[in-house]
């Protein structure tokens, strides 16, 4: 079932999802070797544009995105975890010169996701170069064993928290605009 917003899926340079490994033979690179951490996400596809194969999603205010992350193995969980949501309030600082895109800020989350998911319910991070917002909702991978799970345990919250968002700007919006009350007194002295 296609959604209303027509998400896309982003498409890094290499078209492919986002990750940290090495295959490096230092000994510190050995425990990158395995693939055990990866990352995509989705964007409306009026908020980025296909080019070369890729997708180029700009920054700016309004951008959110829905992020999924696959954790297979780390040293914190137990099992598998699956986490899907929303990043929102996504900046790059001016001294962030290798990030133009949302797509670079994927390679960047990867090398800090330590320090950005520590709450993956609340995110709020920020470093000297970017800062970011996001909620995501957090699964056992090996919960979801078919595609109405997958539906009602990840797609379903995700989608909801997304239009929550969406919902809340617009509300926000109302608040801090002015002449839209304006308009809306005129309008209901009429």
């Known amino acids: 079932q296609e959604e209303d ?31 055990k951490k990866f990352a995509v996400f989705f964007v409306s596809e009026e908020k980025t544009k296909l080019e070369r194969g890729q997708t180029i999603t700009e920054l700016h205010k309004d951008l959110k995105v829905l992020y999924l992350r696959i954790v297979l193995n780390d040293k914190n969980i137990d099992e598998p975890i699956v986490y899907l949501g929303v990043l929102y309030n996504i900046e790059k600082k001016p001294q962030a010169k290798g990030i133009n895109k949302f797509e670079s800020i994927m390679g960047y989350i990867e090398y800090n996701d330590d320090k950005i998911f520590k709450k993956p319910q609340e ?3 920020e470093d000297a170069y ?7 909702i957090k699964n056992n991978l090996y919960d979801i064993n078919d595609s109405q799970t997958l539906y009602d345990k990840i797609i379903k919250p995700s989608l909801e928290l997304y239009r929550k968002l969406d919902k809340k700007e617009k ?14 007194f005129l309008s209901s002295n009429l």
Do not use: H
């Open 130 to 136: 970017v800062r970011l917002q996001g909620e995501l």
């Open 5 to 35: 917003e027509k998400f896309v899926i982003g498409r890094p340079a290499g078209y492919g999802i986002s990750a940290r490994s090495s295959t490096g033979l230092e000994s510190n690179n050995v425990s990158l070797w395995l693939l």
């Open 171 to 184: 509300e926000e919006f109302k608040i801090e605009n002015p002449l839209n009350q304006r308009k809306f």
């Open 123 to 125: 995110i709020d991070y």
